[in-house]
């Protein structure tokens, strides 16, 4: 199976800015969703933006983040990045790294139901 494994993480205070690494161990041909999620302590995982790999390269981000983490991709080096600027206390969870197989869609932020393989996670913890 395709491991992910996410890096970046850190403790960082109120409006700082911090670059989420997702290192995937190979190149997964056709098209498929990649996208990060986080998760609260106590709660289910929720995803926070996602990009159609191969696909049209679309884009999409959850409500609450739009306009502060932007995605970009490194396919040489098999790396998708997320740049958070402005956090906030609320941004504070793990981090996690998931990846839908080949041959999935993606129009919107998915569910955690949607993404087939996953990294071990990164912990951000923003402070007032």
């Known amino acids: 199976h395709l491991q992910l494994v996410e890096s970046g993480g850190g403790s960082v205070q109120t409006g700082g800015s911090l670059t989420l690494s997702c290192a995937a161990s190979e190149y997964t041909p056709g098209s498929y969703c990649m996208a990060w999620f986080r998760q609260f302590p106590g709660k289910e995982r929720e995803g926070v933006a996602a990009?159609?790999?191969?696909?049209?390269?679309?884009?999409y981000y959850r409500d609450s983040v739009k306009g502060r983490f932007t995605l970009a991709q490194d396919k040489a080096n098999n790396t998708l990045y997320l740049r958070m600027n402005s956090l906030r206390h609320e941004d504070t969870a793990m981090y996690y790294c998931?990846?839908?197989?080949?041959?999935?869609?993606?129009?919107?932020?998915?569910?955690?139901?949607?993404?087939?393989?996953w990294g071990q996670g990164t912990q951000v913890t923003v402070s007032s």
């Open positions: 998931a990846a839908a197989d080949s041959g999935s869609w993606c129009y919107d932020v998915p569910s955690e139901g949607e993404l087939n393989y």
């Open positions: 990009i159609y790999i191969n696909g049209d390269g679309g884009t």
